[in-house]
């Protein structure tokens, strides 16, 4: 059957499914590593699968299509040359970007005309770079000085270690809204000690090199 014939068919017959959700598996990716977005709960009468990205199996977003029965391939607007479906109905995309995140659409022809959707979401992160951390001053005197940290990071997620332990925070102790600044208002000689700040992502993480906190009293 012609791939013109199928496009036809993908909006012409929609079933509703009787077992569990089609899905696309959600997937995180370091960039520049080639992704495979898997699919859950695959019919197994499947015949041809259309890609999307976005939400929705709009034309303007269509990737690909692979057809089992004719064993051919058919290609999208939002096809890139790095793009291809395995007979499984998984989408691999060779050195993804940043570009590359989004939410995705796969669309699942039966053998009976009718067709499942599904969707799914792929992260694409840069690896989280060594943070650089400072302090407005490294030595102070007790109940007079204030000190403010800053970790500054290419992260997601920033947490505080105090003598390579988890900071537990003091009512003096206060954490900007990102969690990169630490602001200790007044200092006291239990705080002195050695700070960190450690910074991940979904697919890596670093530690800062320690600050040294003297207190003076």
Same mark, same amino acid.
């Given at each position: 059957?012609?791939?013109?014939?199928?496009?036809?068919?993908?909006?012409?017959? =929609? *079933?509703?499914?009787?077992?569990?959700?089609?899905?696309?598996?959600?997937?995180?990716?370091?960039? /520049?590593?080639?992704? $495979?977005?898997? $699919?859950?709960?695959?019919?197994?009468?499947?015949? &041809?699968?259309? /890609?999307?990205?976005?939400? &929705?199996?709009?034309?303007?977003?269509? $990737?690909?299509?692979?057809?089992?029965?004719?064993?051919?391939?058919?290609?999208?607007?939002?096809?890139?040359?790095?793009?291809?479906?395995?007979?499984?109905?998984?989408?691999?995309? #060779? #050195?993804?970007?940043?570009?590359?995140?989004?939410?995705?659409?796969?669309?699942?022809?039966?053998?009976?005309?009718? #067709?499942?959707? &599904?969707?799914?979401?792929?992260? %694409?992160?840069?690896?989280?770079?060594?943070?650089?951390?400072?302090?407005?001053?490294?030595?102070?005197?007790?109940? #007079?000085?204030?000190?403010?940290?800053?970790?500054?990071?290419?992260?997601?997620?920033?947490? =505080?270690?105090?003598?390579?332990?988890?900071?537990?925070?003091?009512?003096?102790?206060?954490?900007? =809204?990102?969690?990169?600044?630490?602001?200790?208002?007044? %200092?006291?000689?239990?705080?002195? &000690?050695?700070?960190?700040?450690?910074?991940?992502?979904?697919?890596?993480?670093?530690? *800062? %090199?320690? $600050?040294?906190?003297?207190?003076?009293?």
């Amino acid at each position: 059957m012609a791939l013109s014939v199928y496009r036809v068919l993908l909006f012409t017959f =929609w *079933s509703r499914p009787t077992t569990a959700q089609l899905a696309i598996v959600s997937t995180n990716a370091a960039e /520049w590593e080639d992704v $495979i977005l898997r $699919i859950r709960n695959n019919p197994p009468d499947a015949s &041809g699968y259309f /890609w999307y990205r976005g939400e &929705g199996a709009e034309d303007s977003r269509y $990737i690909a299509f692979f057809s089992l029965d004719i064993n051919d391939i058919g290609r999208g607007p939002e096809y890139t040359g790095r793009e291809t479906i395995n007979k499984e109905g998984c989408l691999l995309i #060779k #050195k993804v970007t940043l570009r590359d995140t989004g939410m995705y659409t796969v669309v699942t022809l039966l053998h009976n005309s009718k #067709k499942e959707i &599904g969707f799914g979401r792929l992260n %694409v992160y840069q690896p989280v770079r060594v943070p650089t951390l400072l302090a407005s001053i490294t030595t102070a005197t007790e109940n #007079k000085d204030a000190v403010v940290m800053t970790c500054y990071t290419n992260a997601i997620f920033t947490e =505080w270690l105090f003598n390579a332990e988890s900071l537990q925070l003091r009512e003096r102790m206060k954490l900007s =809204w990102n969690n990169r600044t630490l602001t200790i208002d007044p %200092v006291r000689r239990e705080d002195a &000690g050695h700070y960190q700040c450690e910074v991940s992502n979904p697919i890596s993480s670093a530690d *800062s %090199v320690a $600050i040294e906190l003297d207190v003076k009293y």
